[in-house]
């Protein structure tokens, strides 16, 4: 029993201590969106809603974080422990995927071991965003397609289910699952009922969210024009035709060019050593199916300018989990009689040189290295202002940037605060700092006694407002 459970343990012990390193170095976020997420959840926590967010971000997130928020209470401390549990149960999952399809206990553990340290998975499963879970569910949906297991096949498609429910994606990771669930109901009649259902399971998000939008907003597609809309206000540099069709292909390199290097590598060396890669073929051809879908979906994305705003490489985390369960099962069979020929040693090590070489040379080159904000001094200015502002008062904050939110998240209170200035680059604002007057308009729209600025601001504010506090850069004031 002991041994049964080891392999997971391990796998989930591993996964907590990275993120657990990576917040001792001070990591909380990938972006703000993380604590604008983090809002939406506090506020699914008081008042429960089929759409939390109202914008283009799909809902299921937000009820797994709103229901531990609701449970445990709206905080950030909440969000981060459920980020930190839900990346380890996703490591369990890469594992429990690979023993799935059949992988060896070695294997499995091998490639659980790769998903958990791999850096992106280190950063997305620790962060408070549903990226690193949401590709395992799309891991266990393609990686399943073939299984004889009609359990196991509805699985994956309840799988992909909710994948699409969490970041788009994952979309054509569904009708993948659909297509083929529909294929092999036709050619195995004894199991159409189990097949039949797993269609239809793994549509149901993709169908329920647009017909949402046809409903709601009269656009079953509303969310390809608000994320269009949002990337093109937001300006940046224009592709050629040619950057944008070979754009995710080559992020697959140089995201994780190790663990790619070795994707590539050991088929080619288990076909030299063994005489063959000794993969079967369906299932694997399934898998890079669904991959490809993906990638041909991205693809599509970046021409219509759809994809990802910022931190684009995670969308690839579904690959890079793919390729770990491929290392993991061709790294096993290398590994297996290693000390029995010379020449699998001298291979083997020559395998971990262009590793370490990848590592040291290729990726500080190649990988595309987009910063993580920090806003340690916002949420402090925001949790300072939670004890100090009396229940039932409502907060304005001001910032320069994008920091509001995590003011916001950090107060806890969502329904309690509002931002006074936005940032959105689809519509012009002006800046209620620029004259006493503006100010007190906006402070009387939005029914608020007290206001965070930025402490740099502060002799604009001398006639109107009363010092409460001041942390790291901002300060809470309350109206004369």
């Not at 983090?38 to 008042?47: R, V």
């Not at 070695?106 to 958990?116: C, F, N, P, S, V």
């Not at 320069?400 to 519509?427: C, I, M, N, T």
């Amino acid at each position: 029993m002991i041994r049964r459970y080891a392999a997971p343990c391990i796998i989930a012990t591993t996964k907590i201590v990275v993120s657990l390193a990576l917040l001792w170095t001070g990591f909380r976020s990938v972006s703000d969106d993380d604590f604008a997420r983090a809002i939406i959840a506090q506020q699914f926590a008081i008042h429960p809603h089929f759409d939390p967010s109202g914008t283009s971000w799909l809902p299921f997130p937000f009820l797994l974080w709103g229901s531990a928020m609701a449970a445990f209470g709206p905080t950030l401390a909440v969000a981060q422990v459920m980020a930190i549990g839900l990346g380890a149960c996703a490591a369990v999952g890469v594992w429990w995927v690979a023993r799935s399809i059949e992988l060896s206990a070695r294997a499995a553990l091998i490639a659980g071991m790769i998903a958990a340290c791999m850096p992106h998975a280190a950063y997305y499963g620790a962060a408070m965003v549903p990226e690193y879970a949401t590709a395992v569910l799309a891991l266990l949906a393609s990686a399943t397609l073939s299984s004889k297991h009609d359990r196991i096949r509805a699985t994956g498609a309840l799988a992909a289910c909710l994948a699409t429910l969490c970041r788009y994606e994952t979309w054509p990771i569904a009708c993948v699952v659909s297509i083929c669930a529909t294929f092999d109901a036709i050619r195995q009649p004894h199991r159409r009922r189990w097949l039949v259902g797993s269609a239809i399971i793994a549509s149901l998000g993709v169908t329920a969210w647009m017909s949402y939008g046809l409903v709601h907003h009269h656009d079953a597609l509303f969310f390809v024009t608000r994320v269009a809309a949002y990337r093109r206000a937001l300006g940046g540099e224009s592709m050629t035709l040619g950057l944008r069709l070979v754009q995710q292909p080559l992020a697959l390199f140089t995201g994780e060019p190790e663990l790619t290097l070795l994707a590539l590598l050991l088929p080619f060396i288990a076909l030299w050593v063994h005489g063959r890669t000794g993969l079967r073929g369906r299932a694997w051809a399934r898998l890079c199916l669904a991959i490809g879908a993906l990638v041909a979906f991205l693809i599509v994305g970046d021409l219509l300018d759809g994809a990802a705003t910022h931190h684009e490489d995670r969308t690839l985390l579904l690959a890079w989990l793919a390729m770990a369960l491929l290392v993991g099962e061709l790294l096993d069979r290398l590994l297996r009689d290693i000390l029995l020929s010379p020449l699998r040693l001298a291979v083997s090590v020559g395998v971990f040189a262009a590793v370490v070489a990848t590592t040291l040379i290729a990726r500080p080159r190649i990988t595309k290295s987009d910063s993580f904000v920090d806003r340690s001094r916002e949420i402090a200015i925001g949790q300072l202002a939670a004890a100090l502002v009396p229940a039932g008062q409502r907060l304005a904050v001001y910032t320069e940037d994008y920091g509001f939110f995590a003011v916001q998240a950090g107060f806890a209170r969502p329904f309690d605060s509002a931002p006074l200035l936005r940032h959105d680059p689809r519509h012009r604002e002006h800046d209620p700092l620029s004259s006493p007057a503006e100010l007190t308009r906006r402070l009387n729209a939005l029914c608020v006694q007290y206001l965070i600025v930025p402490t740099s601001r502060l002799p604009h504010l001398s006639q109107q407002t009363r010092i409460e506090t001041e942390s790291k850069g901002f300060a809470l004031l309350s109206r004369r």
